[in-house]
């Protein structure tokens, strides 16, 4: 599968899975949390904690279903029903999924590490989850939670002065200079007063991380 990498904006937007087994969960539990409106077709669907964020229709799948989606997850285990279910989604003008058959889909779910705002996604097109989800667990390995903190910083010294299109030069050379600088080591072990001066140094006034409204142990 040639395909082409992206981040999408899910939040109000329809998503349709087609059967409640292991996988189908396992896509509605990322929906969820990427505050996806989520609808889920089984003739026996299995019980949920967020079932209260979730439009379940407790009977088979029409093509009717798919009506408004916008992503559709074909993941009945039923290869025939599957691919009827894809072939009516595109009909519908909806993106489909297919767990089972990955090259058969629109699109196909990498293996994610988030570390708060930042998040590393790790493909094979499908043909390998395994490998990804492995490759991913190595990576979280090298990529651990004072990441996030670096960004916070990083966006929040971009933020409050530099975001100007003006300054976008200045921008990236400033930004270059903090990440060339101890800044990761100083976070990873939480010197905060070796951040503020090293801010203070490298930005001048203004630049603490109070000032930047962020605080070392509220990031995870």
Known sequence: ????PLHIELAGRLCVVVGGGTVGRRKITGLLAAGARVKLIDPKPP????ADRIEIVARPYRADDLSNAFLVFAATGNGVLDRAIATEARRQGALVNLPGEPAAGDFSLPAVLR????????????????????????ISQWLPSHWATVLEILAAVRDKHLAEPSQSHYNRQ??????????????????????????????????TLKELSIELASIP
């Open 1 to 4: 599968m040639a395909d082409y």
């Open 47 to 50: 019980a949920f904690d967020q």
């Open 115 to 138: 570390r708060g705002d930042l998040t590393v996604s790790v493909s094979t097109a499908g043909r390998s989850p395994a490998l990804a989800s492995l490759l991913k667990e190595q």
């Open 174 to 207: 400033t930004i270059d200079t903090l990440l060339k600088t101890e800044l990761v080591e100083l976070v990873a072990t939480g010197q905060a007063a070796a951040i503020d001066r090293l801010l203070i140094k490298t930005l001048g006034d203004g630049y």
